[in-house]
């Protein structure tokens, strides 16, 4: 029986495993969701997620350049979004490897900047996404990206990419 893959870090569903999470925290009340308490939990993953992003030229083979770029020193993409305005093009990576992906870029001389994520788990219902966002502009912390990561059940991972991500993560603990 073929299992698919979990999105998540750690596969969960194994027998012994479970959803690790650090901290969790009701964010809203919930005579202000009728569908009950919005919950977001913060990802503590143990290590350092990076976000990338890469400004691009509007032309053929650019994100092909990138992509080999990447490709060349093993890297695998666990998230990738991007936007074309006009002639401006960003796309934003979040890496298996951050160091690896950092010197990817530099070696084939690809500007780029970077940020730290955080990762949040959430319920899969209506208000999530508000609760979460209203937390943090209660915090005056503006959003940068934000990535689906990875669908399981009724649970919703997101890569949130902020300006200040400390606070980020203590208006989410």
Known sequence: MHQASSPFPIDWRR???SLQLARSTTIGRTDQSPRGTCVA???????????????????PGELGRVA???SRYGVNLKAVT???????????????????????????GIRFSEGEVVQVLLENRAGELAA??????????NLRAIYVTGVVDNLVELAIVTDDSKKAKRMLE
Not at 87 to 107: C, K, P, Q
């Open 41 to 59: 939990r913060l990802r503590v993953n143990g290590g350092d997620v990076r976000d990338f992003a890469i400004e691009l030229t509007d032309r």
């Open 82 to 108: 991007g936007l074309a305005l006009e002639h401006h093009v960003l796309v934003r990576i979040i890496a298996d490897d951050a160091d690896a992906a950092r010197s990817a870029l530099e070696g084939a």
């Open 132 to 141: 979460v966002t209203a937390k943090l502009a209660e915090a005056k912390v």
């Open 68 to 70: 080999t770029a990447l």
């Open 15 to 17: 027998p012994g495993h």
